[in-house]
């Protein structure tokens, strides 16, 4: 395979330099919002690999001599998995301290919680009408494409591949190495600088996982899905003993002393929704689901509702050991329920915490490249991050691209300056989406809809993003939400000489090569119209 992919792409190499555009008569034209060209030595040079024919990118299954695509390769069960494995991750075993400093009491807490479950099943069922009608990869990138048109999706191409996914890898990782690291260290707080190293060689080895083979990463997903889900019975079986001994005094008088800042109230909201993120990221890979429209809303409905229970559970349990005051003044709530439940076997709380973590942090790189190949695809970004492993068909360049900028991030960031980072951003997008969702209800009203939600819900939804988004600006301004608008706003500067003129792209065909013939990729026939 090597060597052929080196003949066709050195027989053209010259072409690729050069700036003359497919002609009609070819049959072959970079699918580009933008521009919709490519160059003649590369495509010269691809459809020769890609073979002919239409698109061939959601077939089912690959046969003899097939073009580069993705496969279907994840059913309802890695579904699911992909969904709870990645939306618990270190949230429910660090969020609940923050909650309950920022709510003012254990039952505003227990709402906050519960509320935030219900918002994020509200908003997952709004993207399973969205995901089972546009069953492309990217998620809210091929939403925006379809309701709004190139330029919103090109924004948040931009700021997902560059910010938002990265700092939530890099979040993750960071939070694995941390309780990894405190198992080696006694007595004292660990040194960052091995938490940092920790944090990276965890990016890499995930890196390697699902670069390798996707169905290497969704064993690793369902296989740590199901250790975390063993280490909640664990917890939530502690606290249920304690409970029926009658320690039950931290549950009294659950709303004494409930703030009355809706500002507060808005940022335990964020505390609580990045505990519940990744409720979205199966709609990253709808291109690899088997049967998108059946097991896509069933992952769904079955994934949101579990994780809630588990949450509010294990909280429950958290009060039946320890004061709501204890909670705030600590970081690692679950490591101190181990201490007092478990005794001698109290290390297993940092282990299922680093498991934990380790699984959400898999699930997380798997949507993130996707939402990359999907964006690349397009033209929005440089185009070697949407060609397919020949052999492996993995999206190996946009996986590395985005562990390469996690990395980056790991190194130069702290925990929660990258949550409020995250936070305020994500919803804006979310709300973005449901927008999405009300606007082709009135532009596509005749599209193909397998499954079709309550149009209440999305109007729910966007009023309640709205309301994360301003309350915390108004009640108390961070100088984080001020980088997040410019930093958003600000990348339409490279929107026309970048996707429009493709100036710089166009002088990255050696660059391309190289990478190509490096990592073993081709682009997907889907490419080509």
Not at 185 to 214: D, F, G, H, R, W
Not at 223 to 247: Q, R, W
Not at 356 to 363: I, L, V, W
Not at 446 to 462: F, G, M, S, T
């Amino acid at each position: 395979m090597r060597g052929k992919l080196w003949n066709l792409l050195c027989s053209s190499r010259h072409a690729v330099y050069t700036e003359n555009n497919v002609s009609g008569k070819d049959g072959l034209q970079l699918r580009s919002s933008s521009n919709g060209s490519a160059s003649n030595g590369e495509a010269g040079a691809l459809s020769e690999l890609s073979g002919t024919g239409g698109d061939q990118l959601e077939r089912p299954s690959p046969t003899t001599n097939d073009t580069v695509h993705l496969e279907r390769r994840v059913g309802l069960f890695s579904g699911v998995a992909l969904i709870v494995g990645t939306m618990i991750g270190s949230g429910i075993f660090v969020s609940p301290s923050g909650l309950v400093t920022r709510t003012g009491s254990v039952g505003m807490s227990f709402v906050i919680w519960v509320f935030c479950g219900l918002l994020s099943l509200l908003g997952a069922l709004a993207y399973a009408e969205l995901g089972t009608m546009n069953t492309s990869s990217g998620a809210e990138y091929a939403y925006f494409m379809d309701a709004f048109g190139p330029i919103p999706a090109f924004l948040f191409s931009w700021v997902s591949t560059l910010v938002l996914k990265p700092s939530q890898m890099a979040i993750i990782c960071l939070s694995f190495a941390q309780y990894v690291v405190e198992a080696f260290v006694y007595e004292c707080e660990p040194p960052q600088m091995a938490v940092k190293l920790t944090a990276i060689l965890a990016i890499l080895i995930i890196a390697y996982i699902n670069c390798y083979s996707v169905k290497l990463a969704t064993a690793v997903q369902n296989l740590f899905t199901a250790a975390k889900l063993v280490a909640i019975f664990v917890i939530v079986c502690g606290g249920m003993y304690k409970i029926g001994h009658g320690n039950t005094q931290h549950l009294e008088n659950a709303f004494d002393g409930t703030t009355s800042s809706f500002g507060n109230l808005a940022t335990a909201f964020y505390t609580g929704l990045w505990a519940y993120d990744g409720w979205n990221n199966l709609n990253y890979a709808t291109e690899e689901i088997k049967n998108p429209s059946r097991d896509l809303p069933l992952s769904i409905i079955i994934a949101i509702p579990l994780v809630t229970s588990c949450y509010v559970l294990i909280n429950v349990s958290y009060l039946a050991v320890m004061s709501a005051a204890e909670m705030s003044e600590t970081g690692a709530v679950a490591v101190l329920f181990g201490n007092r439940i478990l005794g001698p076997m109290a290390w297993l709380m940092p282990l299922a915490v680093a498991v934990s973590t380790f699984g959400s942090a898999n699930g997380t790189l798997f949507a993130a490249g996707r939402l990359c190949f999907a964006a690349s695809r397009e033209g929005h970004l440089f185009s070697i991050l949407s060609y397919v492993h020949v052999t492996k068909l993995t999206p190996a360049p946009s996986l590395i691209f985005h562990s390469l900028i996690a990395i980056a991030m790991v190194g130069a960031g702290n925990i929660d300056s990258l949550i409020d980072f995250f936070s305020f951003t994500a919803w804006i997008f979310y709300g973005g989406s449901m927008l999405a969702l009300l606007v082709m209800r009135r532009t596509k009203p005749n599209a193909p809809r397998p499954y079709k939600v309550n149009i209440i819900i999305p109007c729910l939804v966007l009023v309640i993003s709205v309301y994360l988004i301003i309350a915390p600006i108004i009640d108390k301004p961070q100088i984080e939400y001020l980088y997040a608008a410019l930093f958003i706003v600000g990348s339409l500067i490279f929107y026309v000489p970048f996707v429009i003129k493709r100036h710089w792209f166009k002088r990255l065909g050696f660059i391309n090569v190289f990478l190509q013939l490096l990592l073993e990729v081709a682009p997907t026939q889907s490419m080509y119209e």
